[in-house]
């Protein structure tokens, strides 16, 4: 599995009170993504992902504000990706908030590209 992978499928893993398997391939690891996405949704582990509803963001500029939000270049980075993939953009994030954002679209990215294509 790729960084990003395993980055965020720790943080599942640790969120669903389960243990990270570190031996997942791409493949494997983009479908345990899925699974312990969709299990918090109450789906099933064959489902398709829903996409997660989207926070109120009269709520964001304070929190951004005290917590430090995106510098230009990781707003720049999610607008870009967010484009690609068809997901929100909400520059208010955090940095934390918009890091996730970003390993959650890269996920999706790279689960939807072929095992031949070359990564970049």
């Known amino acids: 599995m790729t960084?990003?992978?395993?980055?965020?499928?720790k943080r599942l893993s640790t969120d669903a009170g389960e243990e990270f398997d570190a031996t997942l391939s791409k493949?494997?690891?983009?479908?345990?993504i899925?699974?312990?996405?969709?299990?918090?949704?109450?789906?099933?582990?064959?489902?398709?992902?829903?996409?997660?509803?989207r926070k109120a963001v009269a709520s964001r500029p304070a929190k951004?504000?005290?917590?430090?939000?995106?510098?230009?270049?990781q707003s720049a980075y999610l607008r870009e990706i967010a484009d690609e993939e068809?997901?929100?953009f909400d520059p208010d994030l955090t940095k934390?908030?918009?890091?996730?954002?970003?390993?959650?679209?890269?996920v999706k990215q790279m689960?939807?590209?072929?095992p031949t294509e070359p990564p970049f």
């Open 64 to 73: 951004a504000a005290r917590e430090g939000g995106m510098s230009d270049a």
């Open 96 to 106: 934390e908030e918009g890091a996730r954002r970003i390993a959650e679209l890269l």
């Open 3 to 9: 960084d990003s992978q395993a980055s965020f499928l």
């Open 27 to 32: 493949a494997a690891a983009s479908r345990r």
């Open 86 to 88: 068809g997901g929100d």
């Open 34 to 53: 899925d699974e312990l996405l969709n299990r918090g949704k109450g789906g099933s582990a064959g489902s398709t992902p829903t996409r997660r509803p």
């Open 111 to 114: 689960a939807r590209r072929s």
